[in-house]
Nanobody, 122 residues
Framework: QVQLVESGGGLVQAGGSLRLSCTAS????????IGWYRQAPGTQRELVAT???????NYADSVKGRFTLSRDNAKNTVYLQMNSLKPEDTAVYYC????????????????WGQGTQVTVSS
């Protein structure tokens, strides 16, 4: 049974930092591409960042230069370091995994976590 568990969310002031973690079990983690998404109330889910099996990353323009995605395959974990947070970053953040990287931008990953809330106060 595949599980993805996000952690690290919370309340932070604008300009602050948080590091989200996504830990996977039940799959060969190093073989999967991972995506981080976010969804604020009343909005569509947005792809924030992706990381390939080989560690190549891609970011939404809205977070480029502020967020950094990395993976530790030995720990079955990816990390989303979020710096210079803004109130508009407030959302529930989800991680997702798929063997096929191309499915991530379409939000069609096979496996999803339950989400973690990030709230940035002004």
């Amino acid at each position: 049974q595949v599980q993805l568990v996000e952690s690290g969310g919370g309340l932070v002031q604008a300009g602050g930092s948080l590091r989200l973690s996504c830990t996977a079990s039940g799959l060969t983690f190093g073989s999967y591409a991972i995506g981080w998404y976010r969804q604020a109330p009343g909005t569509q889910r947005e792809l924030v960042a992706t990381i390939t099996r080989g560690g190549s990353t891609n970011y939404a323009d809205s977070v480029k230069g502020r967020f950094t995605l990395s993976r530790d395959n030995a720990k079955n974990t990816v990390y989303l370091q979020m710096n210079s947070l803004k109130p508009e970053d407030t959302a529930v953040y989800y991680c997702a995994a798929d063997f096929n990287y191309r499915k991530l931008p379409m939000s069609e990953a096979d496996y999803w976590g339950q989400g973690t809330q990030v709230t940035v106060s002004s």
